[in-house]
């Protein structure tokens, strides 16, 4: 008898603290991968256990500012299946988002999927600069009131006919001129077959106007997006993934010494590519940290999926590639570098080698390179195991981190928010 109200109170107990969970979506971590061991986790980042959701929406963009106020740029689909872009903020460092406004004015414009997503970047004192793809040309939009309102867009694009223009990049400058760099299929007819064109812009208005296209090269696989870097002295670097003859594709980097008027021949990254007649919807990430110019992309080259890794100390006139970065991890995809402490780390997503037999969900995992290009092991971000799609990672003040991604699931695509504090 003794025993039997003591089962009853355990049990009263537990259906008491299942009630206190409260209601809300299900975000529990994911704890049935047993690959990484505690002692390979990365000991220098502390991550908040659950990841979160911060917005019904895909491809959130984060700008976090000196007082650790952030806005949060996103894109989502109105009821008639076309998609809007909308920026939140938060003032607690992201235990909350609220106060979300239209970003575009012309309503279920915007194209935000995979590798062209939109993007968001902090401009000098109060601006800040949204640009997307909408009906099949770039756009851009500024803020200039900490995002309380944006203006009306405006055309980035100088064509005068019906091409595609999608796959772009959009970056400041040191000296605060604003550079989007885009596929462009405005040169069809002149170039290979299924390929498309680099083009790029530049303001010198903090965004009121751009200045003329400039084409920068032929030839490029049409579906994988562009990236910029500036080096110390005025360099700007471009690359993309181009397509050579028998439909080699290599990762090139071309580089300009005038403010992107005109630009150099492009570099291979390495000698040989990836040949395949079909584009891989995944593009290049690239910084430029302590004096050297790091990249990293995905290959299927000898039928094996993985993350390469090269650098130049030379500013883009050779490369030295390194090892694949992905270690054990299966299937990784779509970098995203950024500079933090004077080393580049690596976020990308992949499966787990030995979760469900390499077949689990995707994660997002983490790689440091120093600046005498030594990489640590992959480590795994925290997972709610509903999967990871195209994770960024954004740098913020006093030690934090914020790592983004997008999450699918039956309740539609969510933004999720996975916070870390760098431990000295």
């Known amino acids: 008898m003794r025993s039997q109200k003591l089962i009853k109170f355990i049990f009263a107990g537990f259906i008491f603290l299942a009630s206190c969970a409260g209601p809300g979506l299900d975000v529990a971590p994911d704890s049935r991968s047993e690959s990484v061991k505690p002692e390979e986790t990365n000991s220098e980042v502390a991550w908040e256990p659950v990841p979160r959701p911060v917005a019904k929406g895909n491809d959130g963009q984060l700008l976090v500012r000196t007082s650790e106020s952030m806005n949060l740029l996103y894109a989502a689909h109105n009821d008639k299946g076309k998609q809007n872009l909308f920026m939140a903020k938060t003032k607690n460092i992201g235990d909350s988002f609220s106060g979300s406004i239209p970003v575009n004015l012309e309503e279920g414009e915007v194209s935000a999927h995979g590798e062209n997503g939109p993007k968001l970047r902090n401009g000098k004192g109060r601006g800040m600069f949204a640009a997307w793809v909408g009906n099949r040309d770039i756009k851009f939009s500024r803020s200039m009131n900490f995002g309380k309102s944006f203006n009306p867009s405006i055309r980035v694009n100088d064509d005068l006919g019906k091409a595609s223009q999608s796959f772009f990049s959009m970056e400041v400058a040191p000296d605060g001129a604003i550079y989007i760099i885009w596929l462009d299929g405005r040169d069809i007819k002149s170039g290979k077959p299924g390929t498309s064109s680099v083009y790029i812009a530049r303001s010198v208005d903090q965004g009121k106007s751009f200045e003329k296209n400039i084409k920068v090269s032929g030839d490029i696989c049409p579906c994988c997006r562009t990236a910029l870097a500036f080096g110390d002295n005025g360099e700007i670097f471009a690359s993309w993934r181009h397509v050579y003859d028998d439909n080699e594709r290599i990762i090139v980097v071309a580089t300009s010494l005038d403010g992107g008027k005109t630009w150099g021949e492009p570099v291979k990254v390495t000698n040989a590519g990836w040949k395949i007649n079909g584009c891989a919807h995944s593009g290049p990430a690239m910084k430029f940290v302590g004096g050297k110019l790091f990249i990293s992309w995905y290959t299927g080259v000898n039928g094996k999926a993985r993350l390469k890794f090269a650098h130049s100390a030379d500013n ?44 689990g969900r995707d994660k997002a995992w983490l790689v440091k390179v120093s600046s005498d290009v030594n990489f640590s092991s992959p480590s795994p971000l925290p997972s709610t195991g509903k999967g990871v799609a195209y994770p960024y990672l954004f740098k913020g003040n006093g030690g934090r981190v914020y790592a983004m991604w997008t999450e699918i699931g039956e ?8 916070r870390g504090r760098i431990q000295s």
């Open 411 to 418: 309740e539609g695509p969510q933004v999720m928010l996975c």
């Open 316 to 359: 883009g006139k050779s490369f030295q590639v390194s090892k694949d970065i992905n270690g054990p991890v299966l299937d990784a995809n779509h970098p995203d570098i950024v500079a933090i402490e004077n080393e580049a780390w690596v976020v990308f997503q992949g499966r787990d080698p030995i979760l469900e037999g390499g077949w």
